[in-house]
């Protein structure tokens, strides 16, 4: 029998497990039949999909930062250098050393100190850089070096300037400036290479023949930009951002928002303006040094170029080592710093931060619609203290921006947010699976939700195809149920794949210096995003194969010093879906956009029965992202084994059964004839 759908959200959810009771009392799973009507269960939301980033993994220094000198400005450790060495060539001599005496500027209190003692003609002493994991070349490309110095008296110079490979055996490109000032001056220069094989095992060097001393102040060497940005981002990372078309951004984290200590937090007024007045931060949730170059007006360029809006998550008085900031007077400055940032993000060039803005490089107020307070606040131990704070800064924000959409990080009794951010990082492909019908019999109250962060957690430094079809089927719910999911960011977007450079496992992106590539959940994401109309159509569906799974005991928080953690019973096994499927139609064009996840490891049979909308060509545009096996992945060295491939299909129309292959996830678009 055909369980007729016509109302969601509950009778989908209810029909959905109906056919999975099927294949569960034993018949025989056989053909998946959907049966889709001309009636819209739902709208879907034009955000639905988006883009969540922060600091973590070397997502952006390292990453899409596109800066190719680490410890820049010498901050990174308060002793040593650290990425950097002393060059001493053919007899030359000298010494560098980290000098606090001379600072650089006020934000940045040290300087690094190149003493040459012994040099002339023929001889070379210099600092190197060694890069994010070496500096990457490219042949006939332009680099941009821009330094600060000052000399010593009777030092002149001339400064050479190069790229160099690292056996030392050849300069890749390399520049002179001839005169170096004895007050702090900006010196810039462009390196171009000739007909270079492309690597990364390269450093950067800054050398002289001459003796004397010579103090540096931010060193920066830039590649060509997406979009030739000045302080701009990798051309390839934006392109695979641009390929998902996403909807917005959301930033700057995560828990690279709070910090692990109210002093660690991301200050967002410490990263504008000019890069060189920067100070830097320890990130110490993720533990690496983090430049701030890509700051706050950059999240916006990122935004600009990818023509995306910005969800703006302002720091809430909370941070990770469950440091937070009483509500009231204590908590008044905070909210009055984040008043200001939206200012900074939406005033015209007439209020303060607006002009702060304007003289950063641009005038132009940007667009902004959601605003984030705080993250994972469900982490604050103290009872009530979220809901206090949240309620501070949500009277703040509308009172002097009514139009603006508030999102809460956990649940919150004092106020009623717009919108709540929930986050779901599930361990295998079956426990996301069997959540991807959660919101179906969601209540549909407010707030809506914004699931901003997510993933099927399987595979190393990115996900894996299993996991790719996890996201998948979880995807088919949020799509479904898109009148309360309103956005959705898939976490974390970025990783260094490098030695040392991860921190969190299962990320969408993987790159090295030289090249990027999407792992099977970023292509899944790709095909999702690009692939949806603006309405959920009502369906119904019988015959779902399902197989049995053993949830994982519920996580336990770590027992308060003096007690007895007592361990967790181990739920009953579960029978979840094999097939997910979801249907949407783009209500000017009429085509219909069906989706259909198969999980299990045999080709599966849907019978598809459209009724009454316009006839539907026979003929359509099948999109499938398909794998030999669940564990296999694309990696940097093989970096498209897994991508989706278009064919145009016939058979199709009103009422066709078409076979879906192992492991796979496929969009069929049936146009209107
Ligand atoms: O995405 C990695 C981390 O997971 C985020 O920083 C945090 O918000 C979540 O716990």
Same mark, same amino acid.
């Given at each position: 029998?055909?369980?007729?759908?016509?109302?969601?959200?509950?009778?989908?959810?209810?029909?959905?497990? *109906?056919?999975?009771?099927?294949?569960?009392?034993?018949?025989?799973?056989?053909?998946?039949?959907?049966?889709?009507?001309?009636?819209?269960?739902?709208?879907?939301?034009?955000?639905?999909?988006?883009?969540?980033?922060?600091?973590?993994?070397?997502?952006?220094?390292?990453?899409?930062?596109?800066? *190719?000198?680490?410890?820049?400005?010498?901050?990174?450790?308060?002793?040593?250098?650290?990425?950097?060495?002393?060059?001493?060539?053919?007899?030359?001599?000298?010494?560098?050393?980290?000098?606090?005496? #001379?600072?650089?500027?006020?934000?940045?209190?040290?300087?690094?100190?190149?003493?040459?003692?012994?040099? &002339?003609?023929?001889?070379?002493?210099?600092?190197?850089?060694?890069?994010?994991?070496?500096?990457?070349?490219?042949?006939?490309?332009?680099?941009?070096?821009?330094?600060?110095?000052?000399?010593?008296?009777?030092?002149?110079?001339?400064? #050479?300037?190069?790229?160099?490979?690292?056996?030392?055996?050849?300069?890749?490109?390399?520049?002179?400036?001839?005169?170096?000032?004895?007050?702090?001056?900006?010196?810039?220069?462009?390196?171009? #290479?000739?007909?270079?094989?492309?690597?990364?095992?390269?450093?950067?060097?800054?050398?002289?023949?001459?003796?004397?001393?010579?103090?540096?102040?931010?060193?920066?060497?830039?590649?060509?930009?997406?979009?030739?940005?000045?302080?701009?981002?990798?051309?390839?990372?934006? +392109?695979?951002?641009?390929?998902?078309?996403?909807?917005?951004?959301?930033?700057?984290?995560?828990?690279?928002? %709070?910090?692990?200590?109210?002093?660690?937090?991301?200050?967002?007024?410490?990263?504008?303006?000019?890069?060189?007045?920067?100070?830097?931060?320890?990130?110490?949730?993720?533990?690496?040094?983090?430049?701030?170059?890509?700051?706050?007006?950059?999240? *916006?360029?990122?935004?600009?170029?990818?023509?995306?809006?910005?969800?703006?998550?302002?720091?809430?008085?909370?941070?990770?080592?469950?440091?937070?900031?009483?509500?009231?007077? =204590?908590?008044?400055?905070?909210?009055?710093?984040?008043?200001?940032?939206?200012?900074?993000?939406?005033?015209?060039?007439?209020?303060?931060?607006?002009?702060?803005?304007?003289?950063?490089?641009?005038?132009?107020?940007?667009?902004?619609?959601?605003?984030?307070?705080?993250?994972?606040?469900?982490?604050?131990?103290?009872?009530?203290?979220?809901?206090?704070?949240? &309620?501070?800064?949500?009277?703040?924000?509308?009172?002097?921006?009514?139009?603006?959409?508030?999102?809460?990080?956990?649940?919150?009794?004092?106020?009623?947010?717009?919108?709540?951010?929930?986050?779901?990082?599930?361990?295998?492909?079956? %426990?996301?699976?069997?959540?991807?019908?959660?919101?179906?019999?969601?209540?549909?109250?407010?707030?809506?939700?914004?699931?901003?962060?997510?993933?099927?957690?399987?595979?190393?430094?990115?996900?894996?195809?299993?996991?790719?079809?996890?996201?998948?089927?979880?995807?088919?719910?949020?799509?479904?149920?898109?009148?309360?999911?309103?956005?959705?960011?898939?976490?974390?977007?970025?990783?260094?794949?490098?030695?040392?450079?991860?921190?969190?496992?299962?990320?969408?992106?993987?790159?090295?210096?030289?090249?990027?590539?999407?792992?099977?959940?970023?292509? &899944?994401? +790709?095909?999702?995003?690009?692939?949806?109309?603006?309405?959920?159509?009502?369906?119904?569906?019988?015959?779902?194969?399902?197989?049995?799974? +053993?949830?994982?005991?519920?996580?336990?928080?770590?027992?308060?010093?003096?007690?007895?953690?007592?361990?967790?019973?181990?739920?009953?096994?579960?029978?979840?879906?094999?097939?997910?499927?979801?249907?949407?139609? =783009?209500?000017?064009?009429?085509?219909?956009?069906?989706?259909?996840?198969?999980?299990?490891?045999?080709?599966?049979?849907?019978?598809?029965?459209?009724?009454? #909308?316009?006839?539907?060509?026979?003929?359509?545009?099948?999109?499938?992202l398909a794998a030999n096996s669940p564990d296999d992945t694309n990696t940097i060295t093989e970096p498209r084994k897994i991508v989706p491939v278009t064919s145009t299909v016939e058979g199709l129309g009103q009422d066709f059964t078409r076979?879906?292959?192992?492991?796979?996830?496929?969009? *069929? +678009?049936?146009?209107?004839?």
């Open positions: 029998m055909l369980v007729k759908n016509v109302k969601r959200p509950v009778p989908i959810a209810c029909c959905l497990l *109906l056919g999975a009771s099927a294949a569960l009392s034993g018949q025989p799973s056989g053909t998946v039949e959907i049966h889709i009507l001309d009636q819209v269960a739902a709208k879907v939301s034009p955000q639905l999909y988006g883009l969540m980033t922060e600091e973590i993994n070397y997502s952006f220094d390292g990453g899409l930062y596109a800066e *190719l000198i680490r410890n820049r400005s010498f901050k990174e450790d308060v002793k040593e250098p650290v990425h950097w060495s002393l060059v001493q060539e053919n007899g030359g001599a000298g010494s560098m050393t980290l000098d606090p005496s #001379t600072p650089f500027n006020d934000a940045v209190g040290t300087s690094l100190k190149l003493a040459i003692s012994t040099s &002339a003609k023929g001889q070379r002493v210099g600092i190197a850089n060694e890069g994010f994991w070496g500096i990457p070349v490219r042949p006939n490309t332009q680099y941009h070096v821009s330094f600060y110095a000052k000399a010593s008296p009777g030092f002149s110079g001339p400064i #050479t300037v190069s790229i160099v490979s690292d056996s030392g055996a050849t300069v890749l490109a390399s520049a002179q400036l001839p005169r170096i000032s004895g007050e702090w001056r900006n010196y810039q220069v462009s390196l171009t #290479t000739g007909g270079i094989a492309p690597s990364a095992q390269n450093h950067f060097v800054i050398s002289t023949n001459q003796a004397g001393t010579v103090w540096f102040g931010m060193v920066s060497l830039f590649p060509p930009t997406f979009k030739n940005r000045a302080n701009g981002n990798r051309a390839d990372l934006m +392109q695979l951002l641009a390929d998902m078309k996403p909807a917005f951004l959301r930033f700057p984290g995560g828990n690279y928002l %709070e910090g692990n200590t109210i002093a660690t937090r991301f200050e967002w007024k410490k990263t504008i303006g000019d890069a060189s007045r920067r100070p830097g931060h320890l990130n110490d949730g993720w533990k690496y040094w983090s430049s701030d170059g890509m700051g706050l007006l950059e999240f *916006l360029n990122w935004c600009e170029d990818l023509q995306i809006r910005p969800v703006l998550a302002v720091y809430a008085g909370y941070s990770m080592h469950q440091e937070r900031v009483k509500p009231g007077s =204590d908590l008044a400055p905070y909210v009055q710093d984040a008043l200001e940032e939206i200012e900074y993000v939406t005033g015209g060039p007439n209020t303060v931060w607006g002009a702060r803005r304007a003289k950063d490089g641009h005038p132009a107020p940007f667009q902004l619609e959601y605003v984030e307070v705080g993250n994972e606040d469900n982490f604050d131990r103290e009872p009530g203290s979220y809901d206090a704070r949240f &309620a501070q800064f949500y009277d703040g924000i509308k009172a002097k921006y009514p139009a603006l959409s508030i999102i809460a990080t956990t649940k919150v009794n004092s106020r009623m947010p717009d919108v709540i951010d929930e986050h779901y990082y599930r361990r295998s492909e079956d %426990e996301m699976a069997a959540h991807a019908h959660d919101y179906d019999s969601r209540a549909r109250s407010l707030p809506k939700v914004f699931v901003g962060e997510w993933a099927t957690r399987v595979g190393e430094p990115t996900p894996n195809m299993s996991a790719a079809l996890g996201d998948a089927a979880w995807m088919t719910g949020m799509e479904r149920n898109s009148d309360l999911v309103i956005m959705s960011c898939y976490a974390p977007l970025f990783v260094n794949v490098n030695k040392g450079a991860m921190q969190w496992r299962t990320d969408l992106i993987g790159y090295d210096g030289m090249s990027s590539y999407g792992s099977p959940a970023y292509y &899944a994401q +790709q095909v999702f995003s690009r692939n949806h109309g603006d309405e959920v159509l009502a369906s119904s569906v019988q015959g779902i194969p399902s197989k049995e799974w +053993q949830p994982p005991a519920p996580r336990q928080r770590p027992a308060a010093p003096g007690q007895v953690q007592t361990p967790t019973a181990q739920p009953p096994p579960e029978q979840v879906p094999l097939v997910f499927f979801d249907t949407t139609r =783009d209500s000017k064009s009429g085509s219909i956009y069906l989706k259909v996840v198969n999980r299990a490891g045999m080709p599966q049979a849907v019978h598809v029965k459209v009724d009454g #909308t316009a006839p539907l060509d026979s003929r359509g545009q099948l999109i499938t076979t879906f292959p192992p492991y796979s996830i496929s969009v *069929l +678009q049936l146009k209107r004839k």
